[in-house]
Nanobody
Framework: QVQLVESGGGDVQAGDSLSLSCADS????????MAWFRQAQGKEREFVAA????????YYADAVKGRFIISRDNARNTVYLQMNSLKPEDTAVYYC??????????WGQGTQVTVSS
């Protein structure tokens, strides 16, 4: 069973940094690719970043490339999203997701990030 809990959201100023964490209380964390998505108010949920099960490969949306870094620690069942040079347009609810090879992804409850100009 996968249970994802995000933390680390908050209110920051443009240009600040923020680090999000997503912990899985299950026992199969290392089997899943992990990703972060975000959803701004009134908009569809969009992809932010992903990391393979081993952590060797990472992928980023163009909007965050060069500013955000995704990483994972399989020993701690945790995936991270380091967000630098934040912009007001990064304001959204951020969700982590565990992506199995087969079946539907698992989602966390989300954490709010608000960036003021």
């Amino acid at each position: 069973q996968v249970q994802l809990v995000e933390s680390g959201g908050g209110d920051v100023q443009a240009g600040d940094s923020l680090s999000l964490s997503c912990a899985d209380s299950g026992r199969s964390f290392e089997r899943y690719a992990m990703a972060w998505f975000r959803q701004a108010q009134g908009k569809e949920r969009e992809f932010v970043a992903a990391v393979t099960w081993s952590g060797e490969a990472t992928y980023y949306a163009d909007a965050v490339k060069g500013r955000f870094i995704i990483s994972r620690d399989n020993a701690r069942n945790t995936v991270y999203l380091q967000m630098n040079s934040l912009k007001p347009e990064d304001t959204a609810v951020y969700y982590c997701t565990a992506v199995p090879q087969i079946g539907q992804p698992y989602w966390g409850q989300g954490t709010q990030v608000t960036v003021s100009s």
